[in-house]
């Protein structure tokens, strides 16, 4: 007979809102880079080098992977989001379209947001 009490886990409101954000947007960043563009898409991303798009694409599938890992509970998926973020405004930043210091701003916002949301529950997820 098994005795064990399995904590119940509730997320807030605030982190649930934020996933479902990440996991509806994210799919878009992998659809930008594997569909091809209209010429209209192309004139508006032309400055883009093409290891750009590819790399907003893998950014946008390990966001959607390390956001469906925090709606599982899962630790890695928080330190999983941080790295991609990380990429991200690393990627902007050579390809001109961040100062370094909106990079850093653009990381701290975004992590302040994350820890904010996910401190509650930490000690709650596997």
Known sequence: MN??????????GCLTA?????????PLYVLVALLPMS??????LSNWPQWAIYMLGLVGLALFVCAFAIWKWK?????????ATV?????????????IAAAVLGFGIVMAILI???????QKME
Do not use: D, H
């Not at 934020?18 to 994210?26: A, N, P, R």
């Not at 010429?39 to 508006?44: D, H, K, L, P, V």
């Not at 902007?92 to 100062?99: P, Y």
């Open 116 to 122: 904010r949301l996910v401190r509650p529950v930490w």
């Open 75 to 83: 630790r890695w998926g928080v330190y999983g989001f941080a790295v």
């Open 87 to 99: 990429v991200f405004l690393v990627s902007s930043f050579f390809q001109g379209k961040l100062s």
């Open 3 to 12: 005795t064990e009490v399995i904590p119940e886990r509730k997320r807030g």
């Open 18 to 26: 934020f996933l479902i954000v990440v996991l509806v947007v994210s």
């Open 39 to 44: 010429a209209e898409a192309q004139r508006s």
